[in-house]
C-alpha cells in the first residue's frame, strides 16, 4: 500500500482561509475516517479587508464576531493553524488604523494565529500587539524587488540570497521567489542562513521572472481596495504557445520538492489558481500533497467529491445555527 | 521536450464518457494535441435509454432522431475515438431482439463502425449477422453473474475462472476480466490466459471484493431503468462499512499491479464512472489521476485540460444541436 503522504514531516501552506475551508475539512475527515494520520497544515487567507493584498477575496462582506469565532473553532478543529493574509504593499500609518481590519487581528490572535505580510510597518504593528505572533513574509516581496520594469536590484544568486537572509533576521518564516527556490537553492543550500523558515511555493503556474507579475497583484489588489476600479489587466501567458508555457513556467516536481526536503526546507506553500471551483481546489490540494494511486485513489480522488458535499453541509448547518441564535437575541 | 505524460504506454483505454461526459474525452484529446502530444486510443462507453442497455442509469433518456445521433457519433470520431455501445442487458430474448429503436440505434451505431459491450450471446449474435465485423466485447457483468452472489453458477476457483474466459475469448473479440481476477491471478500468472491482447482489464471498481450483492445491484439497477414505477429499493454493502474495511477490500488496482498487468501483456485498460453523480469535472479529475502522471511540467498540461473544459463542453453541445 503507498503511503498516503507525498513527503514526510512537511507542514503545508494552503490557500483555502475564507475561501474553501471545507476542502480541507473534508479531506481531513476522510484521512481520518480511513485511519490515517494527517500532514500539518496551516490555511492562509482573508475576507475581503483593508490590509488584504493581491488575492480575490471569497468573504466580501463584513463578518460578525460570533461567526469569525465560529469559523476560527472550526479551523483549530481541524487541526490547522490560521494565517491571515494581510498582503497589502499599500500600508501607511494611516491604514494601520482600519476599524474591521484590526477587529480582525484582534479576534486573529485570539486563536493564535499567524500572519503573512508585504509590509514592514504592519509586521512591526503585529509584533507590538502581541510579541509572539508569528510573522511571514509574503511571497510578493521578492517579487516586487526582484521582477518588472520597476524591480529594485536584479535577481542575481548574490542578491537575492542576501535579501533573504535579512528578511529571516526580521520575519519568523521567508517565502522565496519560486525561481530561487527551483534553480538555485538546491545547488546552494548552505547560503541560507536558516532553511528551516524557508518556504517554498510549489505550484506556480506563471512563467520564469514574468515581467508583469507586480503588476498583476497590485491590479488585483487595487481592484480589491479602489471602488470603481475599473483598469484591465492582461496576463503575460494568455496566447502563449503551449510549449513556450511547459518550458518556462515554475511548478516544481516531486523530485526538486524532496531535494529541497534534503536540504532541510519545512515548509511548502500551495497557490490558488481558481477562486470558484470547490472540486478544482479539492483536486490541486489533494495531488500536490498526497500519493493518489490504487487505495488512495478511493479515499482521495472517488470519494471526496461525496465527502465535499457532507462537509459543506456541515459547515453551514453549524454557522446557520450561529446566525440564528444570534438573531434570537 | 515533453515529458512522458502516460503513466502507462501503449494502452488503449475504455472511458465510461458515452452520451454522458464525451465532452472530457474532447478536452483529453485536444489539449493533448495542443503540446504536440500523441492522444492514446480511446472507446468511449454508454448508452442511451433503450430496452437493450444494462445497470447504469444514462443521462440521456427519450427517444432522439436519426439526425441527433449522427451528429454525436460524428463528434466522436472527429476526435478519433471509438464509440462503443454498452448493451449489457441480462434480459435479452428473441422478442426484445426486434425492438425498432434499439435497432434504429443499432443501424446508426453500425454505420459509424462502433463496438458493443454485450451480456447477451444471442444479442452479440445478432449484432454479428447484421456485421460480422463489429467488434463485440464480453461485458465483465458476465463473469460477475457466473462466479458471484447466492446464485453463481460456479465457484471462482483459478481454473474455472480461467478457462471460463478462455472459452469467451473464442466466441468475443474482447473479454472484460473480474477486478478480482486481474489484481490477483493475472498479474501473477499471466500465461493462464490464451491471449492477453484481448484482455480488458478494470482497474478503478471501487465496490468491495467478491461482493455478493453486485449482480442484484445490477439488476436493481436494470430494472429501475426499465419499468416505470418500479418501487424496489436497494441498499449498496458498502454503505454499511466503515472506511478502513473499504479502503483494505476494494477492487482498485494498485498502480504497481497495472504496471505488471501492462508489462505482461495487457494493453485494454477500462474506467468505471458511468451513471455517477458527480459533475462533469469531477470526472475529468479521476480519469486525469488514472491515465496521466501529473508531476512537474505535466502540470501545466493538465492545468489546460482543466481550462478547455467548459470550452470543450459548449463545442460539443453546438456540434450536437446542428440542424
Not at chain 1, 503575460?236 to 510549449?243: D, E, F, R, Y
Amino acid at each position: 500500500m503507498t503511503n498516503i503522504n507525498k513527503y514526510e514531516n512537511i507542514i503545508w501552506n494552503l490557500p483555502l482561509l475564507f475561501q474553501a475551508d471545507i476542502i480541507w475539512g473534508a479531506i481531513y475527515n476522510q484521512i481520518k475516517s480511513y485511519g490515517f494520520k494527517p500532514p500539518k497544515v496551516n490555511l492562509y487567507g482573508t475576507p475581503a479587508q483593508r490590509w488584504i493584498g493581491g488575492t480575490i477575496p471569497r468573504v466580501k462582506e463584513k463578518l460578525q464576531k460570533n461567526v469569525l469565532y465560529e469559523h476560527f473553532k472550526y479551523i483549530k478543529e481541524l487541526e490547522a493553524t490560521p494565517i491571515l493574509d494581510f498582503t497589502s504593499t499599500n500600508i501607511t500609518k494611516e491604514e494601520l488604523k482600519d476599524e474591521y481590519a484590526n477587529y480582525l487581528l484582534d479576534i486573529a490572535l485570539e486563536f493564535n494565529s499567524d500572519f503573512m505580510v508585504y509590509s514592514d510597518i504592519l509586521k512591526d504593528y503585529i509584533k507590538e500587539k502581541n510579541p509572539n505572533a508569528k510573522i511571514i513574509s509574503s511571497h510578493t516581496k521578492p517579487v516586487y524587488r526582484f521582477q518588472g520594469p520597476n524591480r529594485v536590484e536584479d535577481p542575481t544568486v548574490e542578491n537575492e540570497t542576501n535579501y533573504y537572509n535579512k528578511l529571516l533576521k526580521e520575519y519568523d518564516t521567508v517565502i522565496v521567489r519560486p525561481e530561487y527556490s527551483k534553480y538555485v537553492l538546491c545547488k546552494n543550500p548552505s547560503l541560507i542562513d536558516d532553511i528551516s523558515r524557508i518556504e517554498v511555493l510549489v505550484n506556480q503556474p506563471c512563467i520564469i521572472n514574468c515581467p508583469k507579475m507586480s503588476e498583476h497583484y497590485t491590479h488585483i489588489e487595487n481592484a480589491n481596495i479602489i471602488p470603481q476600479y475599473y483598469a484591465t489587466f492582461e496576463c503575460s501567458k494568455k496566447n502563449m504557445p503551449a510549449q513556450v508555457l511547459y518550458e518556462n513556467n515554475l511548478v516544481h516536481s516531486e523530485e526538486k520538492i524532496n531535494n529541497l526536503i534534503q536540504i532541510g526546507v519545512k515548509n511548502l506553500m500551495l497557490i490558488l489558481k481558481q477562486v470558484d471551483a470547490l472540486p478544482l481546489i479539492a483536486y490541486e490540494t489533494i495531488q500536490n500533497m498526497f500519493n493518489t494511486d490504487g487505495n488512495n485513489h478511493l479515499l482521495l480522488t472517488e470519494t471526496i467529491p461525496h465527502a465535499i458535499r457532507d462537509e459543506i453541509s456541515k459547515y453551514n448547518e453549524r454557522i446557520n445555527r450561529i446566525i440564528n441564535s444570534n438573531n434570537q437575541i | 521536450m515533453i515529458e512522458n505524460i502516460y503513466k502507462y504506454k501503449n494502452t488503449e483505454w475504455v472511458l465510461p464518457l458515452l452520451f454522458q461526459y464525451d465532452a472530457i474525452w474532447a478536452t483529453i484529446h485536444n489539449t493533448l494535441k495542443d503540446f504536440n502530444i500523441e492522444p492514446p486510443k480511446a472507446s468511449l462507453f454508454g448508452s442511451p435509454s433503450v430496452i437493450w442497455a444494462g445497470g447504469r442509469v444514462p443521462r440521456l433518456y427519450g427517444k432522439f432522431s436519426k439526425k441527433f445521433f449522427t451528429n454525436w457519433l460524428t463528434f466522436i470520431k472527429d476526435h478519433n475515438a471509438t464509440p462503443t455501445f454498452t448493451f449489457t442487458s441480462t434480459k435479452i430474448t428473441k422478442e426484445s431482439l426486434k425492438d425498432e429503436y434499439a435497432n434504429f440505434i443499432l443501424d446508426i451505431a453500425l454505420e459509424f463502425d462502433s463496438n458493443f459491450i454485450v451480456y447477451s450471446d444471442i444479442l452479440k449474435d445478432y449484432i454479428k449477422e447484421k456485421k460480422p465485423t463489429a467488434k463485440i466485447t464480453a461485458s465483465v457483468i458476465k463473469a460477475n453473474c457466473r462466479f458471484q452472489g447466492p446464485d453463481k453458477i460456479e465457484e471462482p476457483t483459478i481454473e474455472n475462472e480461467t478457462n471460463y474466459y478462455n472459452k469467451l475469448l473464442k466466441e468475443y473479440d474482447v473479454v472484460v476480466v473480474r477486478p478480482e481476477y486481474s489484481e490477483k491471478i493475472l498479474a501473477e500468472n499471466p500465461n493462464l490466459i490464451d491471449d492477453l491482447s484481448r484482455i480488458e482489464v478494470l482497474i478503478n471498481q471501487p465496490c468491495i471484493r467478491n461482493c455478493p450483492k453486485m449482480t442484484k445491484h445490477y439488476e436493481y439497477l436494470q430494472n429501475y431503468n426499465l419499468m416505470p414505477n418500479y418501487a424496489e429499493t436497494f441498499r449498496c454493502i458498502r454503505m454499511d462499512m466503515n472506511s478502513c474495511d473499504l479502503f483494505k477490500n476494494n477492487l482498485i488496482h494498485e498502480k504497481e499491479t497495472v504496471e505488471k498487468l501492462v508489462k505482461n501483456g495487457i494493453n485494454i485498460l477500462k474506467l468505471q464512472g458511468r451513471g455517477t453523480t458527480i459533475s462533469t469535472l469531477e470526472l475529468l479529475l479521476i480519469l486525469i489521476d488514472n491515465m496521466f502522471i501529473k508531476d512537474g511540467n505535466n502540470q501545466i498540461i493538465i492545468n489546460t485540460m482543466i481550462d478547455n473544459l467548459q470550452y470543450e463542453i459548449n463545442k460539443q453541445n453546438e456540434a450536437i444541436n446542428r440542424q
